[in-house]
Nanobody, 125 residues
């Protein structure tokens, strides 16, 4: 299974971006029961951003992004999205999509089985 993230770029504070992550290799909904986005800023650990359950009905967010970010998935397109609004400079990071076969909320990177290559998001002040 391979994950391919895209959609990053350079934006100004307050702007929006939508990240996409497309999976190949296996049936999306059956193989990745939980999909998430993480981010990692230079010199910092990878941190959880958001997660969505297999059918998209349940979502989880880090407190820092609640109300501004929205995660969703389209199993027919094998794609998970992260809509990011009101971006802040401190959210500059490489954003990674991740998938795991197990159900349930998981916010630690070690709990995920598959990772995309990351897409750079830079927010200027």
């Amino acid at each position: 299974v391979q994950l391919q993230a895209s959609g990053g770029g350079l934006v100004q504070a307050g702007d929006s971006l939508r990240l996409s992550c497309t999976a190949s290799g296996h049936t999306f909904s059956n193989y990745m029961l939980m999909l998430s986005w993480f981010r990692q800023a230079p010199g910092k650990e990878r941190e959880f951003v958001a997660a969505v359950s297999s059918e998209g009905r349940i979502t989880y967010y880090a407190d820092s992004v609640k109300g501004r970010f929205t995660i969703s998935r389209d199993n027919a397109k094998n794609t998970v999205y992260l809509q990011m609004n009101s971006l802040k400079p401190e959210e500059t990071a490489v954003y990674y999509c991740a998938g795991r076969r197990a159900v349930g909320k998981a916010v630690q990177a070690r709990d995920y089985d598959y990772w995309g290559q990351g897409t750079q998001v830079t927010v200027s002040s």
